[in-house]
């Protein structure tokens, strides 16, 4: 079975310093990964997904993920937070042997003190 | 370009009531996703409709079924509300009734409230 673990459930920063949102997840076979983002009452919009091409991917207002097989992780890291950033963060695995059941961590809440 | 849109925004039920939730998929996109998402929780995936099948559903009863239309827009009907079944209710839409390296948009959800 397919399942993702986000370590934190609430991370806070200061604007303009480096966001670090951490998550692992276990599959049997090569994962579909995604981060999507909600902000308050909004629907999920993603910000980056990994398809077993570069490990490295970057997304949308300058966010980027490492794929690292060998830790079985997917961070998502940005250099430096802006007060817009302020939201709900989910981990994704995709359930890519079936037909893309989304499979959603428990989410991680970003706080940024200006 | 629309995206994906879903109606109503919120809804007040009663116990043992039904509800009907209405999406429409981005242009484009053959495939519509459901997911619950519980106060403070991430979304639980409920089905997934494509060419007017369910073709695949996740841990929910058989209170909550769907259907999909001819182009391409889906209802979800929950019956026998309970309180638990309180909570946002997410449609995505994917294209070419592809797997899992599709990407799934969502719209802004049904806040369902039950008392």
């Known amino acids: 079975a397919q399942s993702v673990t986000q370590l934190d459930s609430h991370v806070s920063v200061s604007e303009g310093t480096p966001v670090l949102l951490r998550c692992n997840y276990s599959?049997?076979?090569?994962?579909?990964l995604f981060w999507y983002v909600q902000h308050p009452n909004k629907g999920l919009q993603l910000l980056l997904k990994?398809?077993?091409?570069?490990?490295l991917v970057k997304g949308i207002n300058g966010f980027e993920a490492e794929f690292k097989k060998s830790e079985t992780s997917f961070h998502l890291t940005k250099p430096s937070a802006h007060m817009s950033d302020a939201a709900e963060y989910f981990c994704v695995v995709s359930d890519s042997q079936g037909w893309g059941k989304l499979i959603f961590g428990q989410g991680t809440e970003l706080s940024v003190k200006p | 370009d629309a995206g994906v849109t879903q109606s109503p925004t919120h809804l007040i039920k009663t116990r043992g009531q039904q509800v009907t939730l209405r999406c429409s998929p981005k242009s484009g996109h053959d495939t519509v996703s459901w997911y619950q998402q519980a106060l403070g929780q991430g979304p639980q995936f409920i089905f997934q409709?494509?060419?007017?099948?369910?073709?695949q559903r996740g841990n929910f009863p058989d209170r909550f079924s769907g259907h999909q239309f001819p182009n391409y827009s889906s209802e979800l009907n929950v019956n026998a509300l309970l309180l638990g079944d309180s909570a946002l209710y997410l449609c995505?839409?994917?294209?070419?009734?592809?797997?899992?390296?599709?990407?799934?948009?969502f719209g802004p959800g049904t806040r369902l409230l039950v008392l």
């Open positions: 409709y494509y060419e007017e099948e369910e073709r």
């Open positions: 995505a839409s994917s294209s070419k009734g592809a797997g899992g390296t599709e990407t799934q948009y």
């Open positions: 990994y398809t077993s091409a570069a490990t």
């Open positions: 599959s049997s076979y090569s994962p579909s």
